[in-house]
Each structure stands twice: as C-alpha cells, then as structure tokens.
C-alpha cells in the first residue's frame, strides 16, 4: 500500500519529536512516508513534495520544524491536502515556532498541535482518514475505549492503595 500520511521535517535533528508520530500510524497500521524538508534549505523541494503531495495518494501531511518555522505554513499554502503543524520546541527556545503556525493569513488553514506535540497530530491525522474508512473509524472508538480504561483502572488503584502508597 502507498502511504496516505505525510510527515515531513524541517531537519533530521527534528526527527526525535516527529518520531512519535511515525509510532502512532504504526499502532494504528496507517501508511505513511517520512521526509526531512526544509522550508529554508530546500525550498525548490518543499514546494515539488507540496504540490505533489495530493496527486501521489497522501491524504493528511504533519509538517515538523523548530525555531524560524515555515515548513508547516508554506507546505499550507502550497496543498489543497489538511496540514498539521507541530511546533517543535527545544529548552534553548522561546515559543517562535508554535507563534508563527498560529498567526495564518486568512485562507490558509493550519491546524496547529501543541509544542512537540508529534503523537497527537498523528492521532488528528487518523480522524480524519477514519471519517471515510470504516475499519479505521472502529479502532479509533476502540482506542478511546482503552483510555477510558486505563483511567478508570488508575483511580481503582489510587483509591484501593490510598495516594502515599501509591505514588511510593
Ligand atoms: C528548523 O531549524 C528545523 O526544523 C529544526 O527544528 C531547526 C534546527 O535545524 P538543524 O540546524 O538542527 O538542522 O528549520
């Protein structure tokens, strides 16, 4: 199968966050194709893969990129394709990336996940494939079924061992 997702980076540096969402799609057996694109480096190639992107069967794109972040804006402008944007943010950054995905012109939509927030651009991402695949729709019910799950399981817990012993 070809990949429906795209996830692209403005750097392989980045690729310790956008990792995260690879291992989501994997969990949810979504194809995918992973790609470092620089917005600054490689405009010449960010702009080939967005123009491209519909056309060769991708469905959903996350864009990734810290700092001076244009990929995921300008992968935006340049795709009729839903793009998320993950701003990736390091300890020696302030929050430029996450400001410059948020502050679009009116027209061109980008759905901006939170700081490093790679795992639930890829769950974004399955919504929105699961909105025309059925079999993806029920593992996201099932998905959000587990989480309900766990939790219930966790104050069961914390309630039985009294929260000293449980945090010990
Ligand atoms: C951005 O600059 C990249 O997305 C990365 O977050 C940051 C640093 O890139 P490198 O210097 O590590 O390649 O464009």
Known sequence: MSAVVGIIMGSDSDLDVMSEAAKVLDDFGVEYEVRV?????????????????????????????????????MTASETSLPVLAVPVKRDHHDHEALWSSIKMPPGIPLATMPENGAGNAALQAVRILALSDESLSQKVIDFHAALHDSVIAKDQDLRSKGWKNYVG
Request: glycine fraction near 14%.
């Open 37 to 73: 694109v620089s917005a600054h480096r490689t405009p010449d190639v960010m702009s080939e893969y967005s123009k491209t992107a519909a056309s060769r069967g991708l469905k959903v794109i996350i864009a990734g990129a810290g700092g001076s972040a244009h990929l995921p804006g």
